[in-house]
């Protein structure tokens, strides 16, 4: 299994891309530090740099990066799925 995911802490809910992700895949992530983090089997395409989930988010959670909230699921986000702007809104200027 190839590492494909970044993670500042393995409490995190999602993880950084560091390839482009294809559905299918099975990714391993490590941390910053190169702690295995766990892995996600991918479900959407999910472009470099980009955040994926690392579990299931159910709608209305606070999303967990760099072990703080960055945002809320405005929508419920399955395991391997692209997190963006589409299914998360950002708590930062609310």
Request: aromatic share 2%; no cysteine.
């Amino acid at each position: 299994m190839q590492h494909g995911v970044l993670m500042h802490k393995v409490e995190d809910d999602v993880g950084v891309a560091v390839v482009d992700l294809a559905p299918g895949m099975e990714m391993q992530a490590v941390t910053v530090e190169g702690q295995p983090a766990g892995s996600v089997k991918v479900v959407e395409e999910v472009p470099l740099g980009h955040k994926v989930a690392m579990r299931d988010i159910p709608k209305g959670k606070e999303v967990i990066k760099y072990g703080r909230t960055i945002g809320r699921a405005v929508q419920a986000i399955l395991a391997g799925s692209h997190v963006h702007i589409h299914n998360l809104k950002s708590m930062r200027w609310v």
